[in-house]
């Protein structure tokens, strides 16, 4: 009786192994986690974080589109600025990216800067693709200033009009709430 239990717990582990393994070396292991944490996401406990005492942002620093247009992020002065840095290698980040995509495709007030950190453009571009984002992408030309010296992914920046942070948040957050699109229309008035 014994050795039949032993066997079968060798067997089980052996099985768990074989389809770890299975799942990291087909390379699904990112997309299997986020799919976890978007589950997480949509219990609605994990919200962005606002800033308490009004951070002035630096607009110094250089983007391209995924066409390959150069812009400077400073083009976005004096609009509210939904800012947000991922990468394709970051399960947060793609779990929070439908929902990201949701609010703002009911969006009207603010202007989303979703900055790709991969080093493989393509591997981006890509991934935007075939999930079907319809948000603009863009991809660092420059180095960041030290308002967005962040060693963390993914990170969120809410900035106002007045070109101050409102909300600052690292790691994974549910942004397509009432209260946050709110805030959006707050402080886009």
């Known amino acids: 009786m014994m050795i039949k239990k032993i066997k079968r717990e060798l067997i089980e582990w052996i099985v768990l192994i074989i389809v770890v393994g299975i799942i990291y070396l087909g390379g699904w292991h990112t ?31 250089w983007l391209e589109d995924m066409e390959g247009h150069r812009l400077s992020f400073e083009s976005f002065k004096g609009e509210v600025i939904f800012l947000n840095f991922w990468a394709t290698w970051c399960p947060p980040c793609i779990a929070e990216m439908p929902d990201i995509h949701a609010l703002f495709k009911g969006n009207q007030v603010a202007e989303f800067v979703m900055v790709s950190m991969d080093q493989d453009e393509m591997k981006a571009k890509s991934f935007i693709m075939k999930k079907g984002f319809e948000f603009p992408v863009y991809f660092l030309r420059s180095s960041l200033p030290e308002t967005y010296n962040t060693h963390s992914i993914p990170t969120t920046y809410l900035i106002d009009k007045e070109g101050f942070v409102r909300v600052e948040n ?15 229309v707050e402080l886009s008035e």
């Open 31 to 61: 997309e299997i986690i986020g799919k976890i944490q978007q589950l997480v996401l949509a219990t609605g406990m994990i919200t962005p974080t606002l800033v308490e005492e009004k951070k002035p942002v630096d607009y110094d620093f």
């Open 170 to 184: 690292h790691g994974m957050a549910k942004y397509n709430t009432s209260s946050f699109k709110q805030l959006l």
